[in-house]
Nanobody
Framework: EVQLQASGGGLVQVGGSLRLSCTAS????????LGWFRQAPGKEREGVSC????????YYADSAKGRFTISSDNAKKTVYLQMNSLKPEDTAVYYC??????????????????????WGKGTLVTVSS
């Protein structure tokens, strides 16, 4: 059974930090691209960051560059998203997702949430001002 278990969301003040974790099971982690997506109320789901499970190549959306860091621990089959300098506009439900690595640019993967194969349940991040 495929599972993506996300955790780490919560309430934080502007400028604060959170670290999201997503533990995967049921598929070969190294052969997949893992991504973090988010969906704010009334908005479409958008890609935040992706990481190649085989070589740890990363991609960041412009909104995440310089503030967020994605990383993975392949032994634990876990991907992390360290979020610093959080802003109110970062408030959203954050989802972990995975898709087979077919060699597509990570930026392309990030802009096509519909292309992800597996999704975890979201974790809510609320940034208060």
């Amino acid at each position: 059974e495929v599972q993506l278990q996300a955790s780490g969301g919560g309430l934080v003040q502007v400028g604060g930090s959170l670290r999201l974790s997503c533990t995967a099971s049921g598929f070969p982690f190294d052969d997949y691209v893992l991504g973090w997506f988010r969906q704010a109320p009334g908005k479409e789901r958008e890609g935040v960051s992706c990481i190649d499970g085989s070589d740890a190549t990363t991609y960041y959306a412009d909104s995440a560059k310089g503030r967020f860091t994605i990383s993975s621990d392949n032994a634990k089959k876990t991907v992390y998203l360290q979020m610093n300098s959080l802003k109110p506009e970062d408030t959203a439900v954050y989802y972990c997702a995975a898709v087979e690595n077919r060699g597509f640019p990570l930026g392309l993967v990030a802009i096509m949430p519909s292309g992800m194969k597996y999704w975890g349940k979201g974790t809510l991040v609320t940034v208060s001002s």
